[in-house]
């Protein structure tokens, strides 16, 4: 059947009795004419003017109908168009129908009226329901057709898209679904359905590894400050992505130079420079297979050859360096030709003419690689430099030399997937910027802990990225990281402190933000803590509060401020039911008395009263701050009647409150 007849059956058949019909009429049977986050099995946001949108012929009327109610809209000259549907209460399920003036039709089944949210992080965010505490039994028991999820498939741009990666998709939650779901969002609903029984639908969009800046906007950033240079950076990687990419390349460049002042000699990536390094195995792989100096290397340099004709010097060519982990900063000849940031992705980069030369070519490749099998890893074909003629030549001469331990980290460029600015945002949010949803949910901040005290800033900057998407009171809910790493035995300096206290003052004075404190539910020996059952319990717990208004304690107890009394100082806690209690003793453990200088804490000793505790330190007179579980992985014994942990923080002594 042509594309033609299938759009006119289906308008016809819309005239037919719903018993009657023999073909339905859906997206698949022609061009979709609703942007791909409506789906069958929808969720729409109850209570509140429903937008809906998406693509047509040109000055097309689209006309929306749904449970009686419709809406129209005409598409504009690219075709774009966008409505509303009349605000509807929590019910369904229903049928949703597009109709366009040229014929077209759309229909979706299934379709739920309930509350919507968006879930969002990192890897905490996006670890699935398998891979969580006693998933066998959570899984079997996951039946419930009024929760459903929309899982958005990894994509990063460099420029906002309108419409989601291909292969997202709306499910009910099943055993056959659940178990690869967001087990955060999930758990979430689950409890929030106990209290509030309506649909729940479950935006999740969310990727492991993930900086911060790459979720915000460019105008996010901007406002934010320092990120000018890498923004302009990114916007002309959109359209002249061989130019960013040497231009990175010399900024690349400029910081080695900067981490290695006193060396000689030319820098590594100019040809002349590596042709005494020692040789690496032809196949490569993880070079701490190779070297047993190299087990705790993070970077490395690789040096290879190619020989070329002049013939095929005259012609551009594409250099293969097969997979690499995770970063590479590649030359050829001295002259900087690709960044590329994946888990074993293929290296393959376009050379123009003008970078080849007849005779030897030196190709240089520096692979940062944090974690996992490090470098270019091993291939079973060689890795090849593809002249214009359609020669393949293999590089040859392999080298390597590992830099300075004291190099550090390489900057990343703006186009990175995980650790750039905006690329995630811009494929994997902005095409969720009209959707209806009732509230967010952030976790995120493990990749942001060697830049703790900048975090607080970029989170705010975020919440109001939302609020100009999703409006002024959109509710913000933030998992506060949990506890992981080496337990203290002093008291010491944490990013992951630094990054906990940023989330508790980002959402502290928001009369729509809320903090679920997760500090005692991780393990120092894993990063993804299975407990993901108990962040969603306080996530629900949370969302009660701020998003339905309920009376509870939305986060456990919180320090209101601390003052001198006595020769002690004294932290009052809001947000705490009943009173104060310790686990373990009768008094918490965990509470510093510190100076302004660094390294001046020193441990106190508490006493609880009621919602009071009162502290002594030796160093109590020159004190004018107080951390409490103050650590990448603290020991924290203070709770209140809920069983809810106090969060961990640092406030000034002044009697102003919190700083």
Not at 65 to 70: F, P, R, S, V
Not at 270 to 291: F, H, I, M, T, V
């Amino acid at each position: 059947m042509s594309r033609r007849s299938s759009l006119w059956i289906c308008g016809a058949l819309m005239m037919v009795p719903l018993l009657l019909r023999s073909v339905p009429c859906t997206a698949q049977d022609a061009d979709p004419l609703l942007n791909a986050v409506f789906q069958d099995h929808v969720v729409l946001q109850r209570s509140e003017p429903i937008p809906v949108w998406g693509t047509a012929a040109p000055a097309d009327t689209v006309r929306v109908l749904l449970a009686g109610a419709t809406a129209t809209a005409v598409a504009d000259a690219d075709g774009r168009w966008s409505t509303q549907l009349p605000a509807r209460a929590a019910g369904g399920p229903h049928r949703l129908v597009v109709h366009a003036s040229s014929g077209r039709v759309q229909t979706l089944d299934d379709v739920l009226v309930g509350d919507v949210y968006l879930c969002s992080g990192q890897s905490n965010m996006e670890l699935p329901v398998h891979r969580t505490l006693n998933a066998p039994a959570e899984i079997d028991a996951a039946a419930n057709d009024r929760i459903r999820m929309l899982t958005v498939p990894h994509a990063h741009s460099a420029v906002p898209q309108e419409t989601l990666p291909d292969g997202a998709t709306w499910e009910t939650a099943r055993p056959e679904t659940v178990r690869d779901w967001s087990a955060t969002c999930y758990y979430f609903a689950r409890a929030l359905q106990r209290h509030r029984d309506v649909p729940l639908g479950l935006l999740d969009s969310s990727w492991g590894g993930t900086s911060i800046t790459a979720w915000m906007s460019a105008d996010a950033l901007a406002a934010a400050g320092e990120y000018e240079d890498r923004l302009s950076l990114l916007s002309r990687y959109a359209d002249d992505r061989r130019g960013a990419q040497r231009a990175f390349g010399r900024r690349w460049e400029q910081w080695w130079r900067a981490s290695t002042p006193s060396r000689d000699g030319p820098p590594p990536w100019q040809p002349e420079a590596g042709a005494s390094w020692p040789r690496a195995p032809d196949s490569l792989g993880n070079w701490a297979n190779w070297d047993a100096d190299l087990g705790d290397a993070s970077m490395l340099w690789y040096r290879a050859t190619v020989e070329l004709t002049a013939e095929q010097a005259r012609h551009d060519a594409v250099l293969a360096l097969g997979p690499a982990n995770q970063v590479d900063q590649t030359w050829i000849n001295g002259a900087a030709v690709g960044n590329t940031f994946g888990w074993s992705t293929d290296r393959r980069y376009r050379i123009p003419a003008a970078r080849l030369q007849a005779g030897t070519n030196v190709v240089v490749t520096n692979v940062y690689s944090p974690w996992g099998a490090g470098g270019l890893l091993e291939v079973s074909t060689p890795r090849t430099l593809t002249t214009g003629t359609g020669r393949r030549l293999a590089l040859t001469d392999w080298r390597y030399k590992a830099p300075p331990s004291a190099v550090g980290v390489p900057p990343r460029s703006p186009w990175d997937p995980i650790a750039g600015l905006s690329t995630l945002h811009n494929a994997m949010l902005a095409p969720l910027h009209d959707y209806g949803v009732r509230g967010l949910l952030w976790y995120q901040g493990e990749s942001d802990v060697d830049e703790g005290r900048g975090y607080l800033d970029l989170l705010r900057g975020l919440k109001e990225q939302w609020r100009g998407s999703y409006g002024d009171e959109v509710p913000v809910l933030v998992v506060q990281l949990a506890n992981f790493g080496p337990r203290p035995t002093a008291p010491t300096e944490s990013g992951w402190a630094e990054v906990r206290d940023a989330q508790r003052r980002a959402t502290q004075d928001d009369p729509h933000a809320v903090l679920a404190v997760t500090v005692d539910v991780g393990s120092p020996d894993d990063i993804h803590p299975a407990n993901k059952q108990a962040v969603g319990r306080r996530l629900a717990r949370a969302g009660r509060h701020v998003v339905y208004g309920a009376d509870v304690s939305p986060s456990g107890p919180m320090p209101r401020r601390a003052t001198r009394s006595g020769n002690g100082v004294t932290v009052q806690f809001n947000e705490v039911e009943d009173s104060l209690l310790a686990y373990g003793h009768s008094a918490p453990i965990g509470f510093e008395l510190c100076g302004p200088e660094p390294g001046s804490c020193r441990y106190a000793d508490a006493t609880l009263r009621d919602r009071r505790v009162l502290l002594r330190a030796e160093n109590v007179e020159a004190a004018t701050r107080v951390r409490y579980c103050w650590a990448d992985s603290p020991v924290c014994t203070l709770y209140d009647g809920t069983r809810l942990p106090a969060t961990p923080f640092e406030v000034t002594i002044s009697g102003d409150g919190p700083k």
